[in-house]
């Protein structure tokens, strides 16, 4: 036998010895079914230098106390959204759908609000959620929160897996063939792995990542990186913000810009996008009879001179129109005409809010603690006005 055979023999010997020992420990090792969200009955804590909390799933695969699919309130309501409905960065209790519940009940309803909110998604994503979602749960109400820019920016194609919090392209479909193959082999090991890939403290997973990222930077985009904030820089290079924030300032530094122009051929067809979702989560509403509002979620760039400050500061190109403009809004209203359902918004109340307190981490840019329960305060009254009126149960 040559020594060539002879490897491979060996090699081959040891994969699938190695595969049959993965299936044994697949025995003893218990996975996280998947839910309607995220894994079923899992808990995480993570950190940074902003900010500190734990997320746990229910039963039915949200972050949000058990749910019965059954109704045990008089009215139910579920919210939609991305990480700024989830509440990344606050504890549970404190996102605005959890202090929108808290309010309603003060005031006397008989309500609860089930968190839908996923990191990440897009309204793609929210319409997914809602057609499972909505027949799982039998909502009364369907809010969509809306994120300003970001929403609407992503509508230009579909985006891929984890487009926002993983690889760049380049990097990412290497990542995915190897995750695929090693799926195959070893899915109980993946499993193990995937469980401490969410570590307590994210700095070693978001200082990998950062090498990854300035593995696949470009000349200019290595430039744009040394000009940044010398904070910012440190920051990323060290774990403790999220590259993937830093990688999209870098490689596209007008993402906040470019949907301003609502006269664009590229911002019409964006906004026909956001409306084919809204009506795909209508269509789902209707069949059990729901009410669905459509929110804008202000965005601290918009809204905020520190929070727009802060951007700049991160890499991203900015206007004073920026704080005064009301196309970010007026692009989610036309989406809502579009699919017809109502809109609301609030950037007004954030807007003068901001002049005396801060609604957004500083460089991560999510809503703080002050930010959920200013959006819920504001919120309330509208939904309890709707409830009270006689529109939903």
Known sequence: MSKRLL???????????????????????????????FPRNVTRHFQTPEFSFTTTTNALGFRDREFSQSKTVRTRIVALGDSFTYGWGVEAEESWPKALEQRLRSSGLDVEVANLGKPGASPRNYADIAEKGISLLHPDVVIVG?????????????????????????VRTRHERLRRIAGWLYPHFLSMIDERSSAPVLSDEWKQEAQVFMSAFSAAERARLDQLDRRVKSAFLGGELNPSLIYLSLESPDYFLQSMDLRTASTKLQISQMSEQLLRIKAAADRINAKIIVVSVPYGIYVSRASYENRERIGFAVVPEMLTTTSEDDAIRNASQLAGVDFYEFTGQF????????????????????????????????IKDSLNTGGPR
């Not at 807007?351 to 919120?379: T, V």
Request: net charge negative; charged share 10%.
């Open 146 to 170: 809306v994120l300003q820019g970001d929403d609407l920016a992503q509508m230009d194609s579909p985006p891929p897996p984890a487009s926002r919090l993983g690889s760049p392209p380049n």
């Open 351 to 382: 807007r003068h809010a901001s002049l005396q307190q801060q609604f957004f981490y500083e460089l991560d840019g999510h809503f703080n603690c002050a930010g959920h329960a200013f959006f819920a305060d504001n919120l309330a009254p509208l």
């Open 7 to 37: 490897l491979f023999c060996s090699s081959l010997l040891v994969l699938t010895a190695s595969a049959g020992v993965d299936r044994l420990t697949g025995l003893f090792v218990s996975s996280h079914e998947q839910g309607l969200i």
